[in-house]
């Protein structure tokens, strides 16, 4: 069913996110519209991780209300988590590719797991590698790509089901500057194109500068967001 381009992707409302050791986040409050891009700022420890985690299903909502792509997170039963995340593309720091498979069964894998027939996962890995620039390497292992290719193909796992939403936790935060700006820039380009939502987790300022767009911050354990004071 089509939804409105101006629609809440993710909406949350006086959340508040614990831990065994205390209260991580309390009052955060976020509305993210279709098609947007924001950035998640915030010092180490500040509770960004954990927001994230939260939005795709491996966190606990303790208080208020939350939704992502549709889905209550206060309400998320265990069996739905996986209907959640198939909604969702995630991007890591590192970029966890399983190092005894080439690019292409790295992709293929995540296919054939959610459902997709036979005949439709050689388009659609093609398809997603060339949106990423690793049409030429997908026969390529792992350690044999350099971080900046692997965060790539890492790009290329998030895209492969088409999401509505992609959650990218630190991803140059390994990544020298040149290739930094160039995987903030394939987010960015991917976003215009696609119109797939992004929530950026980042520390690095110089990428933020260059590619602008809408900044939120975790800080003094909830979350600022100077668009909506």
Not at 65 to 72: L, P, Q, R
Not at 138 to 167: D, K, T
Not at 179 to 199: A, P, R, Y
Not at 203 to 218: E, L
């Amino acid at each position: 069913m089509d939804q409105d381009i101006h629609e809440s992707v993710i909406s949350l409302k006086n959340v508040s996110v614990c831990h065994e050791d205390g209260v991580l986040l309390s009052h955060v409050n976020l509305s993210v519209r279709r098609g947007e891009f924001v950035y998640l700022i915030g010092k180490s420890g500040a509770g960004k991780t954990s927001l994230l985690r939260m939005l795709y299903g491996d966190v606990p909502v303790d208080d208020g209300e939350a939704s992502v792509c549709g889905f209550d997170l206060q309400h998320l039963k265990r069996r739905e988590i996986p209907k959640l995340r198939r909604k969702l593309g995630i991007v890591f720091q590192n970029a966890r590719l399983l190092p005894d498979r080439n690019v292409y069964d790295n992709l293929y894998f995540v296919l054939r797991a959610t459902g997709w027939k036979r005949k439709e996962i050689d388009a659609q890995i093609m398809k997603t590698l060339e949106l990423v620039g690793m049409k030429d390497k997908m026969s390529v292992y792992p350690h044999r790509l350099s971080e900046g290719e692997q965060q790539r193909v890492g790009i290329a796992r998030a895209l492969i089901n088409n999401p509505e939403l992609i959650l990218a936790d630190e991803p140059t935060g390994n990544l020298d500057p040149i290739t930094s700006s160039e995987i903030i820039g394939l987010l960015v380009d991917l976003n215009k194109n696609s119109n797939t939502t992004m929530l950026v987790s980042t520390h690095d300022f110089m990428m933020i500068d260059k590619y602008q767009s809408r900044v939120v911050c975790c800080e003094n354990g909830t979350l600022l967001d100077p668009d909506n004071k």
